[in-house]
């Protein structure tokens, strides 16, 4: 079989997106179910509003940075397909393919062999849902893109860059306050010395990695708490805290200033006490719907963020060390056991999977077929009832509540057996003696 050259690959996949950016217009002009997402239409209609000099929270369910609907001002004299390409990357910063770069880069800084590290970058960058969501309209590749940079920034040691677009994109979007944590907990000083750069493991040591117990890998996150609670304050530690949360805040300031408490209620403070009625793949939106004539209390909707605190507090003290992965659970999980599940939130740790692949003993035969089948599966079998509601005006609510507690097992499912097929790997090398070695978990 001739090998398969990256940039062959890359190229190939920006002719696809542009085909498929071509596709989406006309669907949307002759087909029932339109191709673009609703949220671009939210967005270019909130840009149109900033172009006048108006506010972007004028429209209705624009519940973003303002700076987002900035980067479509230009739908107001070009044209209404500017904000896909831009967001599919296309005509300006190719941001969905600058993923596709960021991962073939950080694959090589770990020492992945090429081809290993081409076909790893392939899930992403011919991955179904994200270049189907991404063509739609979508701005999450913007927010991965960043998140793959702070990963690279981390890795190369530039801990102001680091600080600064974790700043950023937490500003952009909420959700990567969950890797804080894991972050300031890989800035331990045992991966540091007379300032030099920390080493990185390479990949070629997951082979003695696999031929570990699992008790190795617990006391190896022992060491690595106990180390983190007795000398939590470091310069690294305390310079990434204040550096991110002043470019948060700043940021935040700036647009609270410009666009006042609704900037604050839409953009941030909405996302923590939202109670949405409209189905989507959470299990907790039927319960929000037979309610929703109600009050709900502060506590009641701040309530369904425990099982989501909870499994983030444990996968990351159980692999902070493997930082990529660590990643990849913690959005994983995030996103099954969130108030709200929509397609466009797949793509957060789809960004992030072909960084595990590498360190995955799971085959495609069997259990990775199983995994996969099983996940599109639950999928397609909500979008079935959710096509009933929506485009047939059936009263299929509880069914429809039904296949979302299916597919939170699929994605249960999944987490774990993903965490027994891994290679256990620290992102970096311990300057203790044996607190670099890692293990497979069984």
């Known amino acids: 079989m001739p090998e398969i050259s990256f940039q062959s690959l890359f190229l190939f996949s920006a002719l696809f997106r542009v085909f498929l950016i071509l596709y989406g217009e006309w669907q949307d002009a002759h087909m029932e179910v339109r191709y673009t997402d609703v949220d671009y239409f939210v967005f270019s209609d909130a840009a149109t509003l900033m172009a006048s000099g108006k506010s972007p929270y004028e429209r209705s369910t624009y519940r973003y940075s303002p700076f987002i609907a900035f980067l479509l001002m230009p739908n107001s004299f070009l044209h209404q397909s500017w904000g896909k390409f831009l967001f599919q990357h296309q005509v300006l910063d190719f941001m969905y393919l600058l993923v596709g770069l960021l991962i073939h880069r950080i694959l090589k800084l770990r020492g992945v062999p090429e081809k290993l590290g081409t076909y790893s970058t392939m899930v992403w960058l011919f991955n179904p849902f994200t270049f189907t969501i991404g063509t739609r309209g979508n701005c999450e590749p913007i927010v991965c893109s960043m998140i793959l940079w702070i990963l690279m920034c981390l890795m190369n040691d530039r801990l102001l860059q680091a600080a600064f677009w974790y700043g950023l994109v937490v500003h952009l979007r909420i959700y990567p306050i969950i890797y804080a944590l894991p972050i300031i907990l890989i800035l331990d000083p045992r991966h540091f010395h007379s300032g030099k750069k920390p080493v990185l493991v390479d990949w070629s040591s997951r082979t003695s990695n696999s031929s570990l117990g699992a008790s190795d890998s617990k006391i190896t996150s022992s060491h690595y708490i106990w180390n983190f609670f007795t000398s939590i304050i470091t310069w690294r530690r305390v310079t990434f805290g204040i550096i991110s949360g002043s470019t948060f805040f700043i940021l935040t300031g700036l647009c609270f200033y410009l666009y ?100 995955s003993n799971m085959k495609l035969k069997w259990k990775g077929f199983a995994c996969i089948s099983l996940w599109i599966g639950a999928q397609t079998h909500w979008l079935m009832w959710g096509y009933l509601l929506e485009f047939r005006g059936k009263n299929v609510f509880f069914q429809l509540w039904l296949a979302s507690l299916l597919f939170l097992a699929a994605n249960t499912f999944v987490i774990i057996n993903v965490i027994h097929s891994h290679v256990y790997c620290p992102l970096f090398k311990q300057l203790q003696a044996n607190s670099s070695k890692g293990t497979k978990h069984d």
Do not use: M
């Open 260 to 359: 006042g408490w609704d900037f604050l209620h839409e953009a941030l403070l909405y996302h923590l006490t939202r109670t949405d009625p409209r189905h989507n793949f959470s299990v907790y939106f039927y319960h929000i719907y037979i309610h929703y004539e109600r009050e709900f209390s502060i506590l009641e909707k701040l309530i369904a963020f425990l099982p989501q605190f909870i499994v983030q507090l444990v996968l990351i003290f159980r692999f902070a060390l493997d930082l990529p992965f660590c990643f990849f659970l913690q959005t994983l999980a995030f996103v099954a056991f969130n108030k709200v599940i929509t397609a466009q939130y797949f793509v957060w740790f789809f960004c992030l999977l072909p960084l595990i692949l590498p360190w």
